[in-house]
């Protein structure tokens, strides 16, 4: 495992990339779903007036 | 023809009496390259290796000055929209416009760019420095009417502007700075000269047409 | 095609892509992962950073692919005035900046051990950096305004104006490149021609097929987002028109 990780020496450049990637992804998807979130909210506010 | 010459006058008229861009320009023109001797060292060799690079980018900057502002008077006082009423065509009015634009902000940056060469120790004559900089300046003021046009009364507009137009100027700077290098270094610089040229030409007809379209999208 | 303008067939087909995209996002990217960290072999001259580049690859492709199927939206919406089109755009543009901005980071980090420094002015690198400039405008002209559909069509134009130039900005650079001569250096993204050995290709492409279903995934969902969002527009309007 600590072998796979190592990855030759490399890791920490193998693991930032697929980190970075990763990463930018999630803070994405979360941004994508924290928006739906707050406009359905929204449209549920609005459709009770 | 006589709306055309009348849209002309007028922004030169109302340029001049404002205090001038026509001046202003120049003047900053003047002040960037002056800023790179005193950052980069006067070292004649230095400046002579960077010195087209430079003398484009400056040209670059200052021709984002005057951008921002193109439309936005004409907008604010309801000329535009008495433009879009009279039935007269936008196109003409449009091409005044540039005229206009390039008279205050690139002819000036033109007749100045040898003064600047030898201010810099660069080896290129004032013609080759003519064949490249009324392309350049052309292009810098085509591409700046249709980003003024594209973010007309935007939000944060200045800031926007710069970070729409930069990117399309890119082309502009690389055959510019690659002509005047070619130039200096004795080389043919046929192929970037022609490019630039050839860019222009592409972007001469093509630029009223899309400003029209433009500004009538932001009007309405 | 244009029945799908229709909301409600809209929305059934949105919710089968979504899901079939979402299932074969995750059998990719798994399948891809594994290939591309476990089974792939190291490289016999780059060893084990190669496997940095079964990101940066599909990363640039699809930051390519994504902005081609914007200029596509972007005449639509010219030319048929088709909303759905501008609400595409907007969704579509910060995931494309995202798979730009991945493709530089990854690059920027398999450059530091490959090539011994993290940027280089290579043609294709500075390329993906104006790409991303580019992204990074249509996204700032599309909150430019107060009217959504001002915002919309003047992002639209942008996109247009930016793939005509795209070509020529690419010309340009590389021209440049040869110019200037940089120290020689093998580019990363010849990593990626077909001449490559299938035991690299194939993760390359699972990966790639992985990245599509996000980018799928991701743009359905910020779609709905705008549309609500235009509905919530509209209500408001309304209410405070009576």
Redesign the interface.
Known sequence: MAEFLNMNGYGFYIWSAYGAALTIFIALALATLYKSFRLKREQRLLGKD | MKQLTAVLMQDLRIDIRHGGQIVILPAFFLLIVLLYPLGLGADVKTLQTSGPGLLIIAALLASLLPLEKLYTDDLKDGTMDLLLLSQQPLSLYVTGKIMAHWIIAGAPLVIMSPVLAQMMGLGISWHALMLVFTPATLLFVLIGQ?AAA??L?????SV?LA??V???Y??IL??GA?AL?LFQSGMSAK??AL?LWA?LAFALPLTPL?TV??LK??ID | MFGYANPKRYQQLSRIILALALVFAVIFLGEGLYLALIASPPDYQQSETVRIMYIHVPAAWLSMFIYASMAVAALTLIIWKHTLAGFYIRAAAPIGAAFTAICLITGSLWGQPTWGTWWVWDARLTSVL?LF??Y??VM??G????NPD?SQ??SA??VL??SI?LP??K???E??NT?HQPASLTSLSRMANPGIHPDMLVPLLVMAGGFLCLFVVLAILRLNNEILSRKIHVMRLRTIHG
């Open positions: 249709i594209l973010s009364n935007a939000q944060r507009g926007l970070l729409l930069i990117p399309l890119i082309p690389i055959f690659g290098d192929g970037p490019f860019m899309v379209k433009l999208m932001q | 104006i400039f580019l990074l405008g700032a002209l909150n430019a305004y107060d001002k069509q003047a134009w942008l104006i930016g130039n020529i900005i010309f340009s650079v021209w440049w110019l």
